[in-house]
């Protein structure tokens, strides 16, 4: 079992920069891709933002890379999304999310594109909203 709970979401103006933050916990084995997706208040399709795998390797959703960086610290228990120069249309609730592998993680951007399926575990997630 893995659990994850996403903290650091709140209001910030256009413009500005925010932090999120998921505690992850449990056993996440040596193969795994830990991922952000977003879902609009409003509904809409989920959307992936960003992922890192096992290796360290990175994922980054459309357009998203040079605003959004993902990293994940050396204890792999605590998984950060910086978000910089936010707009508007990044108000969304953000999910943190995990898949795990055998033996070795596949392509986590694939996670990314077909919007967390086939995902195992999911935050309550947290919730961003940016004004104008």
């Known amino acids: 079992q893995v659990h994850l709970e996403e903290s650091g979401g709140g209001s910030v103006q256009s413009g500005g920069s925010l932090r999120l933050s998921c505690a992850v916990s449990?056993?996440?084995?040596?193969?795994?891709?830990i991922d952000w997706f977003r879902q609009s208040t409003s509904g809409g399709p989920r959307e992936g933002v960003a992922?890192?795998?096992?290796?360290?390797?990175?994922y980054y959703g459309h357009g998203l890379k040079g605003r959004f960086t993902i990293s994940l610290n050396n204890a792999k228990d605590t998984l950060v999304l910086q978000m910089n120069d936010v707009q508007p249309e990044d108000t969304a609730m953000y999910y943190c999310?995990?898949?795990?592998?055998?033996?070795?993680?596949?392509?986590?951007?694939?996670?990314?594109?077909?919007?967390?399926?086939?995902?195992?575990?999911w935050g309550k997630g947290t919730l961003v909203t940016i004004s104008s």
């Open positions: 999310a995990a898949r795990l592998y055998y033996p070795v993680p596949s392509d986590c951007g694939q996670n990314l594109r077909n919007g967390g399926y086939g995902i195992d575990y």
């Open positions: 449990g056993h996440t084995g040596s193969a795994y891709c």
């Open positions: 992922a890192i795998d096992s290796d360290g390797t990175t």
